[in-house]
């Protein structure tokens, strides 16, 4: 009798059973129906295992490359303590990174996308139904050229099997009709989601705090950025039209070998596939640590070179130009000893798979070969085996590298999960409205403020400022002077207290109104890399040329950008190197009075420059704060003699408030500072004519 359950008549039964020889069918079957069962369980095993993989120890690793280490400069977590060194399996949270990301993938609001991504998938299982015919077809071809068929049956045959194999490729995983059809129609459903998660990330960085911007390192953000992006695109990819097609074919395989041969070929099929699968995800578990730590080396590299250019005026300053490239070079040899382990674990593994494809395949076709020479198989089914099996190993082999490149896709998203996961520190209040702003009136009422616990900023300050008058506030350097300009604005919430505008408290109105109304003038100016007119533009985006151009009358910058020979379109490079440290502050000026706002924060706006520029600025600074609200911090109490009321701070508390003549006969702290300047007068000023002031480079 055959192995496969072949059943003969009751005498050879049981002349083969007196004989010794083969069970009987009704014990054979029992034997096939418990190998099914024993698959369907090893299935759902290691279904579990993916889930549930064991990742890394948890104890914390350090990885010390060489004995610079410890000499390099500390480094401090992207995104908080948890977001580096990370001993965890990537399948960890995959719940809450599905639920972050499946959002940006489905295009909502599409039905034209959503149409594509349908068909997408129907052109998916076509090309499962076309493998599966393909050496089916293929076998027809060879037993009917063995059996001699008639020239009519077998073109046909001939025909539908180049047929489908034009619709099929030159192999699994090649690119056929359908392949590349579903390609070409999956572009623009992939284009939405890239351009739905860069837009995400966009929105969300800039919905962060200040205190998360002035703690991030630029370079390793928008490195984290790129890679994660890049990830989430391809993602869904790896997903939807490799992992689930291989799976289909792996069972498809296990059924049709099971039920079309008999069920050693199921069980050396599955058996193949459960180990292939078992060490793919051990392996590639254990490289996990590798890939991240290689991650951390790149984003620490690429930061120490932005870092570096940002700074090259510090650089050249110091001569240190081969400081930085020697600390640039540490930073990749690094990069590069993590990346050869990555690579090293990688051949590794790729070894491992080889072989194990290897003996199944071997096992395989010596089994169909004994069938053939005993007559229980055709040549074609030969045929059909070895097309079909290699057919079939071809999406296994490729399964080991859509595992790794979705383990990749999680740790390179590992960065931007952090970024969405990172909490805005100032969220508008459930249902709050516009600010209703009538006059301008400001009031601090007891505010209290840390940046950290246990050391307050500001301690009980309460002050108020009338529509139309100007405050300042003076102080020694910590005081809590700019801390007030940025409760203002709500760059941060008090800790307790009070802030109104017109007697609304500013935590109870939508943020994007309050700052609509605001102004802020500061100390640096910092530019886009963009034309003078759009720098100016920038407080307006919708304003005319016109209106750039009065604006920037106004600021008493007109003439001097005419002089440019680019005139409004000279480029001002990046930061703004290219204009003067006078000529930025005015264009600032130009940009807050082309904004309009109600209320203008001057934070210390001419501290850096020179007597003269000082002095013409702060006559533009003049007609920007006519008849608006104004708090100025002041570092030059000559700057605020005018000034409406002056508060002087210490220590993060009001010490002493009223107009310049009360607070200089009273004698008090201010009116020490006072006479100290006056005292300095004559040698500041010589200190500042001799070169605070930067020459411009050329437009």
């Given at each position: 009798m055959a192995l496969g359950g072949y059943c003969e008549d009751d005498a050879s039964l049981a002349q083969a059973w007196a004989q010794g020889?083969?069970?009987p069918c009704f014990y054979f079957t029992l034997v096939q129906l418990g190998l099914w069962a024993l698959r369907y369980?090893?299935?759902f095993a290691l279904f579990v295992l993916g889930l549930k993989a064991p990742g890394l120890p948890p104890k914390p690793r350090q990885l010390l490359i060489n004995q610079d280490e410890a000499d390099a400069e500390p480094t401090q977590p992207l995104l908080g303590p948890g977001a580096r060194g990370r001993g965890r399996s990537t399948w960890q949270g995959l719940r809450h990174k599905l639920g972050l990301l499946l959002p940006l993938v489905w295009p909502r609001g599409s039905r034209r996308l959503q149409g594509l991504a349908l068909l997408c998938l129907l052109l998916l299982g076509l090309e499962r139904v076309v493998n599966l015919f393909v050496p089916l077809c293929y076998r027809n071809v060879v037993n009917e050229l063995t059996a001699a068929a008639p020239w009519h049956v077998l073109a046909w045959t001939v025909c539908t099997y180049v047929a489908l194999k034009f619709l099929q490729g030159g192999g699994a995983g090649s690119t056929g009709f359908v392949s590349n059809l579903r390609s070409f129609l999956w572009v623009r459903v992939q284009q939405f989601t890239t351009r739905r998660v860069q837009l995400r990330l966009f929105a969300h960085l800039h919905g962060l705090a200040l205190r998360w911007h002035l703690g991030r390192r630029t370079g390793e953000v928008l490195r984290s950025v790129d890679r994660g992006t890049a990830s989430a695109n391809s993602l869904l990819s790896y997903v939807v039209f490799s992992i689930a097609p291989t799976v289909a074919?792996?069972?498809?395989?296990?059924?049709?070998?099971?039920?079309?041969?008999?069920?050693?070929?199921?069980?050396i099929?599955?058996?193949?596939?459960?180990?292939?699968?078992?060490?793919t995800i051990l392996l590639t578990e254990w490289r996990t640590r590798f890939r991240r730590d290689m991650n951390t080396r790149d984003n620490e590299a690429k930061s120490r070179a932005v870092d570096s250019l940002l700074n090259f005026e510090t650089v050249k300053y110091y001569n240190a130009e081969s400081y930085e490239v020697d600390r640039f070079n540490a930073a990749i040899l690094k990069y590069q000893s993590s990346e050869w382990k990555v690579n090293a674990s990688l051949a590794l593994l790729n070894q491992t798979q080889n072989l194990v494809i290897?003996?199944?395949l071997l096992a395989g076709s010596l089994l169909c070969a004994y069938f053939v020479t005993e007559g229980k198989l055709q040549v074609g089914d030969f045929v059909l085996f070895g097309t079909y099996i290699i057919q079939l190993y071809t999406p296994l082999n490729w399964f080991g590298t859509y595992y790794r490149m979705i383990q990749s896709s999680f740790i390179d998203m590992e960065n931007m999960f952090d970024l969405l996961n990172e909490e805005q520190e100032v969220k508008d209040a459930v249902n709050a409205g516009d600010l209703r702003f009538q006059a301008g009136r400001v009031e601090f009422e007891n505010v209290h403020f840390s940046y950290v616990d246990g050391k307050e900023i500001l301690q009980d300050?309460?002050?108020?400022?009338?529509?139309?008058?100007?405050?300042?506030?003076?102080?020694?350097?910590g005081s809590g002077k700019t801390t007030v300009l940025r409760l203002l604005f709500r760059f941060y919430d008090v800790g307790s207290g009070c802030v109104r505008i017109d007697g609304q408290d500013i935590a109870k109105v939508r943020q994007a109104s309050l700052r609509a109304h605001v102004g802020v003038v500061p100390q640096d100016t910092v530019l886009f890399n963009d034309s003078i007119a759009n720098n100016i533009r920038y407080g307006r985006v919708g304003a005319t040329d016109q209106d750039v151009q009065a604006a920037a009358r106004a600021a008493d910058i007109h003439d001097r950008i005419l002089s440019f020979p680019d005139g409004y379109d000279t480029q001002v490079g990046e930061r703004g190197l290219k204009l003067s440290g006078g000529e930025k502050q005015r264009v600032a000026i130009a940009r807050t009075l082309l904004k309009d706002p109600g209320i203008i924060l001057l934070d210390e706006a001419t501290s850096a420059l020179d007597t003269e520029t000082e002095r013409n600025i702060q006559a533009s600074l003049a007609q920007v704060c006519a008849n608006r609200t104004t708090i100025v911090v002041a570092h030059r109490l000559?700057?605020?003699?005018?000034?409406?009321?002056?508060?002087?701070?210490?220590?993060?508390?009001?010490?002493?408030?009223?107009r310049h003549e009360d607070l200089v006969r009273r004698g008090g702290m201010y009116a020490g500072m006072w006479l100290q300047q006056q005292a300095g007068a004559d040698t500041d000023a010589e200190s500042k004519d001799c070169g605070t002031e930067k020459d411009p480079a050329p437009p």
């Open positions: 020889g083969f069970a369980v090893a299935s074919d792996i069972v498809i395989g296990i059924v049709y070998f099971t039920s079309a041969f008999n069920a050693w070929f199921g069980l099929v599955f058996l193949c596939m459960s180990l292939y699968l078992t060490l290897g003996l199944g300050v309460s002050f108020s400022v009338m529509p139309g008058q100007t405050l300042a506030l003076v102080g020694p350097s000559s700057t605020v003699v005018g000034a409406d009321q002056i508060l002087v701070l210490k220590d993060g508390r009001v010490v002493e408030r009223g």
